[in-house]
């Protein structure tokens, strides 16, 4: 395997990388934590790279050193689904890691560009709605766990997650 290569800004010609990142983690990872039912409706929709991030200029990339992307995530000002902001909160979004690179750092790297560009920013802290299989991650990077929640996604369906929150 290689190494990480560099964390850097998203563009929307990332989009189609993205997605297919995205199509080879959600699933791999997911699958012990959800009914398979439930991944079947959902993941069509959650795999889909979100233009309005990846021209944000806070959602990032993680490559190889060869160049490959090998992660995703970024952070927004705005509450996912709203256009609501509150002073000084930052709300992480879409992270994912191929299967094949998951605890070598990737996550952690995307993370710390998050963290780093979000104190540049005047942000002092961060909201996530985690996956349940996302919060061990969260928590290692100093996360607290709120609640669990169920995310209305679309068309009536429900995805339970986890509200959490960290200072930066």
Not at 4 to 18: E, F, N, Q, Y
Not at 76 to 87: D, F, V
Request: proline fraction near 6%.
């Amino acid at each position: 395997m290689t190494k990480i290569g560099k964390v850097r800004v998203s563009t929307p010609d990332d989009s189609a990388p993205i997605s297919s990142l995205l199509r080879a983690s959600y699933p791999a990872l997911m699958r012990s934590a959800y009914d398979p039912m439930l991944l079947e409706k959902v993941l069509p929709r959650i795999t889909a790279a979100q233009p309005g991030l990846l021209e944000s200029g806070s959602y990032y990339v993680a490559e190889s050193s060869k160049g490959k992307i090998i992660g995703c995530g970024g952070w927004t000002r705005e509450r996912p689904g709203t256009s609501e902001i509150k002073a000084n909160v930052g709300h992480i979004r879409h992270f994912g890691v191929h299967p094949d690179w998951t605890r070598c750092g990737v996550g952690r790297a995307l993370y710390a560009r998050c963290e780093l560009d979000a104190r540049d920013a005047g942000l002092s802290q961060f909201e996530c709605y985690s996956s349940l299989n996302g919060e061990a991650f969260y928590s290692a990077l100093g996360f607290r766990r709120l609640a669990p929640i169920d995310l209305l996604l679309f068309d009536g369906v429900h995805f339970p997650s986890v509200h959490m929150v960290a200072n930066i």
